[in-house]
């Protein structure tokens, strides 16, 4: 039975030779292996091009999630003042009319007084709760349906604080 391995071997090894070196389509397979050959390869190395972007992603995801976490661990106590303007800028990322709305900080709490649209409100807090330094949010804000009426909320975008 050993030796059954080595002619079996050497048979296939001569079928393949044979359909390969054939003087009639002999080139054509050639080709074709060869351009199957050649697309594997580009498929192996897009493959690995995506598995080393992924992976980097995943490095910076998880380098931003650490420093957040030590960032909100370490946190110094911010200044009453730099807390009013990190939230009045994000504030500007959510709201249409900035202006009419009062921020009020005191040891990192946060008042908000003022007309908003309720489209806008829930996205407001969430953004203003957001803010490194946030301890409590204390919501005054007259929550309208619409800027009919209302003329602080009338007009264009006005993030201008």
Excluded: C, W
């Excluded at 498929?43 to 980097?56: F, K, Q, R, V, W």
């Excluded at 921020?103 to 829930?122: I, K």
């Excluded at 619409?146 to 975008?157: T, V, Y």
């Amino acid at each position: 039975m050993p030796t059954l391995i080595p002619i079996v071997v050497s048979a296939l090894i001569g079928a393949i030779g044979m359909f390969m070196l054939d003087p009639r389509m002999g080139k054509r397979r050639r080709a074709l292996l060869r351009d199957k050959l050649v697309r594997a390869k580009h498929e192996a190395s897009d493959t690995l091009d995506d598995a080393a972007i992924m992976a980097g992603r995943m490095r910076d995801r998880a380098m931003g999630t650490m420093t957040e976490m030590k960032n909100r661990q370490d946190q110094e106590a911010v200044e009453d003042e730099t807390l009013k303007e990190r939230v009045r800028a994000e504030m500007g990322r959510h709201v249409t009319h900035t202006r009419p709305i009062e921020v009020r900080v005191t040891n990192g709490n946060v008042t908000l007084l003022g007309p908003v649209l309720q489209s806008e409100a829930s996205d407001l807090l969430d953004a203003v709760r957001s803010v490194p330094g946030v301890k409590n949010i204390y919501n005054f804000l007259q929550v309208h349906e619409s800027a009919e009426g209302i003329p602080a909320l009338q007009g264009g975008n006005t993030n201008q604080s």
